[in-house]
Nanobody, 122 residues
Framework: QVQLAESGGGLVQPGGSLRLSCAASGRIFSINTMGWYRQPPGKERELVATLHSGGTTYYVDSVKGRFTISRDNAKSTVYLQMNSLKPEDTAVYYC????????????????WGQGTQVTVSS
């Protein structure tokens, strides 16, 4: 059983910063990609950022230069540092992780956090 626990959301004024955290726990053999999605009110979920175990990152264009994804492999935790926040960043943010719980090919799955609300408003 693997679980992802998110924290760090909240209300912030435009131009402010927040740091989201997502910790994986349970039976973990290895973690491949970790990342963040978000779902704005009334819109579909979109990919925000990913970080591969090898160090490769991806950011959606709208957050480049403002958001930074990082991870602490020893803690099985991924972070999303969000700076210069804008009202359009308001969304529920979900973390996900591609986790192996064993060495067999089939012992692998994508897991999701429960979501954390980020509201950017004055």
């Amino acid at each position: 059983q693997v679980q992802l626990a998110e924290s760090g959301g909240g209300l912030v004024q435009p131009g402010g910063s927040l740091r989201l955290s997502c910790a994986a726990s349970g039976r973990i053999f290895s973690i491949n990609t970790m990342g963040w999605y978000r779902q704005p009110p009334g819109k579909e979920r979109e990919l925000v950022a990913t970080l591969h175990s090898g160090g490769t990152t991806y950011y959606v264009d709208s957050v480049k230069g403002r958001f930074t994804i990082s991870r602490d492999n020893a803690k099985s935790t991924v972070y999303l540092q969000m700076n210069s926040l804008k009202p359009e960043d308001t969304a529920v943010y979900y973390c996900y992780a591609d986790i192996r719980w064993g060495s067999a090919v089939y012992e692998r799955n994508n897991y999701w956090g429960q979501g954390t609300q980020v509201t950017v408003s004055s």
